[in-house]
């Protein structure tokens, strides 16, 4: 588990300005701080580095000289910085988005826990982040309408489009790549690194299938076993998926303390008795957590004839990654239109080839 979190500004006048930490009794020397800015320094850009400080590793990321921040995570001695990159570069962003008027500092707990998780998530929790970032939805939307494209365009575009913003293109790009999206290759005789669609993300609400086969075995007093059902069918019967919903689905379940409730609930019908046993697993806040599910669509309430409560999900989220395989019909259509050079769409056709081989 991360020791604290900090976030600096360097002050050519004064130095290593220290805007915000979590504790609040987190020390880091100046001798450190003087240490992360100088290895920050080295290049200028956007992104992370690591050292050793004492009995503790630092992974410290730098949003680049446009706002000049620097987000450092201490660790202890035997975690691996590298496993907290992409959580860095995602807090940054969040960073730079309330960096007026000091909002950073009432968010700084959350984010930290936020970042916390990250070598712990699973491949759901992972696609969700993934989702859940603006910039990288914006990106798949434009992979998804051409397939490919340079990444210097990629560059340029992003950065047009978030002027005021923060985009780091390297997280992005490595995000994508780890997680099977795209693929980053040098095509043959134009010397462009160009990016490939490899993968896409598919999100949507679906009916707790494990519940419904049989509520009654997964905790429901027989008498509900009816209600549950026609609440499920009811609101699935006007069901329609949005880009709105899902990010809305998205916020929710990337809270760890709510992802913990549904995965419970993924699994049985519960008792307030039975959600208050996740305290063990840090679910601390559990009247938020069920305003959470509640106001958002998953949870359905019920009571039995002596005023026991159940609570069951009514909607799940379903969210994994698929095959292109719309992409071969823009590969045709680029072809006979002319719009792409031959030795891109070829690439391409052989990268999906290898990618639906190896699935």
């Not at 950073?104 to 989702?131: A, T």
């Not at 409730?261 to 697993?281: C, G, N, P, S, Y």
């Not at 019909?329 to 639906?356: A, F, M």
Request: charged share 30%; net charge negative; aromatic share 8%.
């Amino acid at each position: 588990m991360p020791i604290g979190l900090v976030l600096m500004r360097w002050d050519e006048r004064i130095g290593a300005e220290i805007l915000a930490k979590y504790p609040e009794e987190l020390l880091v020397t100046d001798k450190t701080l003087m240490q992360i800015y100088s290895t920050h320094e080295y290049n200028q850009e956007a992104g992370m580095i690591s050292l050793m400080a004492g009995a503790s590793t630092i992974a410290s990321y730098f949003s680049g000289p446009e706002h000049s921040l620097y987000i450092i995570l201490v660790l202890t001695v035997d975690e691996d910085p590298d496993t907290f990159e992409d959580g860095l570069a995602d807090i940054c962003r969040l960073i730079v988005q309330n960096i007026e008027g000091d909002a950073y500092r009432k968010i700084l707990p959350s984010l930290f826990q936020r970042v916390s998780i990250y070598p712990k998530l699973d491949e759901e929790q992972r696609l969700m982040m993934l989702y859940f970032d603006e910039t990288k939805r914006v990106l798949i939307q434009r992979l998804r309408e051409e397939g490919s494209v340079a990444r210097s365009e990629v560059g340029v575009w992003l950065k047009d489009l978030y002027k005021t913003g923060f985009v780091d293109m390297e997280s992005v790009v490595s995000s994508f790549v780890k997680a099977g999206i795209l693929k980053q290759i040098s095509v043959k005789q134009l010397a462009v690194e160009t990016l490939f669609m490899t993968g896409d993300i598919l999100i949507y609400r679906q009916p707790p299938k494990n519940l419904i086969k049989n509520p009654v075995s997964r905790g429901l007093p027989v008498e509900l076993n009816e209600a549950f059902i026609t609440e499920c069918r009811t609101y699935f019967s006007s069901y329609m998926p949005s880009e709105e919903d899902n990010i809305a689905m998205v916020e929710t379940l990337l809270d760890p303390q709510t992802y913990e409730a549904m995965k419970l609930m993924r699994q049985a019908i519960v008792t307030h008795d039975d959600l208050e046993k996740l305290q063990k697993k840090g679910v601390e806040d559990l009247e938020m957590v069920l305003k959470k599910l509640w106001d958002k669509g998953f949870l359905s309430v019920m009571q039995d004839p002596a005023g026991n409560e159940y609570y069951a999900l009514k909607s799940d989220i379903c969210i994994k990654k698929v095959f292109p395989e719309y992409l071969l019909n823009q590969i045709r259509r680029d072809y006979n239109d002319k719009v792409k050079n031959d030795q891109v769409l070829l690439e391409h056709l052989t990268i999906l080839e290898d990618t639906y081989k190896t699935k």
